[in-house]
């Protein structure tokens, strides 16, 4: 009798739960979800693709650009944490980071993630504390003093180790990884910019410790944002996997922002931490240590990466070369010895307007930040009619935005710098609707490094460009790894030949 009475209720729980289940997934347009697991298997088969997935996903919605899908089909919990709304929408972008702004901070989810890299620093906190050192950095970084400072930092980095580096290769015809050289350059940078003091990570003996640390902290970050999270938490307790790897590399980064934080307090400098260290917040305090060292810097290497490794190389860098050379001649002359004495200074990279062009497009189709999650806080409808339950999470593909023909056009894969130049190719132009466009995020949270990145940019690929040639290493494979920012997994190997320069006749200099 026990028996049976089992049985009935087994089978009915499973029916309403099947029911149930049934009813959910009518609802979902995204990948096929299963039982208790959700799409959760098909995130886990394309984890090695995933930015190429959601876009896949995206397509497969036609022009509608916006996808529900769910990874606990668990009854309560498959319209929370385990919901997930991804789009790509622009007009659903905006709503997301401009016009209902407060309904979507980070989130418990991401900032738990977040937390053990990040703390309470400004790239990891929502509300007060968040506006707080916005509204603190925002005026640091309208000062000139930054833009110098900045540009101190990138010309000496450049003078004093990347050309030593890149002669020596090209003297003794090795191969160099571009990416790695590049992003030790920006870290260096942003540290020096940040701290005032410059980790050397860019040196020719090439040190296998801090700028090493970002290969391990945003995979291992990523995955506690892609799976449930008692999964990462059991690895984090038992101290196994890419947890513990994350573990170790923690330790090398906090170490380096106590000695930092020390050295600041002895001797205050022009940086943006003394700068943080001067200043209150509302209620007359000063930031704690707790939340200096949690900004730390982030590892973007901007793109400039991918643009050095297109395939359109040649051409481009013609192009590229033939502005740069048209700015040069009017600044220094018609000897081109002097052009590739001194990096450019920021003000001759100012001028740089198709290779400003030809950054913004490679960082439309390879956005550093390939996909931001947001929290739902209260239930919302998007602009394009999707309802969000509160609670869940809502991702925006920067990735996919570059790559919808209803956004950019029928050649929205071909990468066309003048996509962002006025008619006449005099001036940058950037799409009137600026949400199509939101590498550098949008909204009260816009990136406040984004003119400084661009002359960094400019900086590293001119001190590049003008004096070398540059040849992929035959075999080398470009391949993405799958991180929070985008990177390339092998690298970007390449040879390098001294190039030579001609001054161009001024007819000529035109992009
Ligand atoms: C190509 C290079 C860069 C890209 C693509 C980029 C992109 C972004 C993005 C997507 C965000 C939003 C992050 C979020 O909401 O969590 C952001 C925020 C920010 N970026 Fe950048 N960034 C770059 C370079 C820089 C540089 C060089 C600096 C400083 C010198 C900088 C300073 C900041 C700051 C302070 C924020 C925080 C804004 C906030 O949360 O209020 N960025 N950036």
């Known amino acids: 009798m026990d028996t049976i009475l089992i049985f009935f209720s087994l089978a009915a729980a499973t029916s309403a739960y099947l029911l149930w289940f049934w009813l959910l997934a009518r609802k979902l347009n995204g990948p096929k979800v299963w039982p208790l697991v959700g799409s959760l298997p098909h995130v886990f088969m394309n984890r090695r693709r995933f930015h190429d997935w959601i876009a896949t996903n995206l397509h497969a919605t036609g022009n509608a650009a916006t996808y529900q899908t769910c990874t606990i089909a668990i009854p309560f919990l498959a319209r929370k944490q385990g919901f997930y ?304 339950p509160s609670g869940s999470t809502v991702t925006y593909s920067i990735y996919s935005v570059g790559r919808m023909k209803s956004i950019w056009g029928e050649d929205c894969l071909e990468f066309k710098p003048e996509r962002w130049l006025s008619a006449g190719g005099d001036r940058f132009e950037p799409p009137k609707d600026g949400y199509k466009f939101v590498a550098f995020n949008g909204g009260p949270r816009t990136c406040l490094g984004k003119d400084l990145a661009y002359l960094q940019m400019k900086s590293v690929v001119s001190a590049v460009l003008l004096r070398y040639r540059l040849s992929l290493v035959p075999g080398h494979r470009v391949e993405q790894k799958m991180s929070l920012t985008l990177f390339m997994k092998n690298g970007l190997k390449v040879y390098l030949k001294p190039r030579q320069l001609v001054a161009p006749p001024k007819a000529a200099v035109s992009a």
């Open 85 to 388: 709304t991804v789009t790509c929408h622009p007009k659903n972008i905006e709503h997301i980071l401009r016009t209902r702004f407060d309904n979507y901070p980070k989130g418990p989810t991401w900032q738990t993630a977040f937390h053990d890299l990040l703390g309470q620093g400004i790239f990891n906190s929502d509300g007060e504390t968040w506006l707080i050192q916005r509204k603190t950095a925002a005026l640091e970084f309208t000062t000139r003093t930054l833009r110098q400072a900045m540009a101190r930092w990138v010309n000496r980095t450049i003078r004093t180790r990347l050309w030593i580096i890149l002669d020596k290769a090209a003297k003794d015809h090795t191969s160099v990884d571009l990416q790695d050289l590049l992003l030790r350059l920006t870290f260096d940078n942003i540290c020096g910019l940040t701290f005032g003091k410059d980790p050397e990570t860019l040196s020719i003996d090439l040190p296998k410790t801090l700028s090493r640390t970002h290969s391990i902290l945003q995979p291992a970050t990523l995955q506690r944002l892609l799976y449930p999270g008692f999964l990462w938490r059991l690895k984090k307790i038992l101290h196994v996997g890419a947890e513990r790897r994350l573990r170790k590399s923690l330790q090398v980064v906090e170490n380096y922002m106590t000695e930092a934080l020390d050295a600041r307090k002895e001797t205050p400098s022009d940086d943006l931490l003394s700068r943080f260290m001067k200043k209150r917040d509302i209620d007359g305090n000063l930031f704690p240590n707790t939340v200096l060292k949690r900004n730390r810097p982030q590892f973007r290497s901007c793109g400039t990466r991918h643009v050095i490794g297109r395939a359109q190389l040649v051409l481009l860098a013609e192009k590229i070369i033939r502005e740069i050379s048209a700015v040069l001649q009017e600044t220094r002359g018609k000897d081109t010895q002097k052009w590739i004495e001194e990096p450019l200074t920021f003000d001759e990279a100012d001028r740089l307007i198709y290779l400003k062009a030809a950054l913004a497009e490679t960082l439309r189709l390879y956005p550093s930040v390939p996909e931001d999650f947001k929290y739902v806080v209260s239930d919302d409808v998007l602009p394009d009619g999707t309802a969000l």
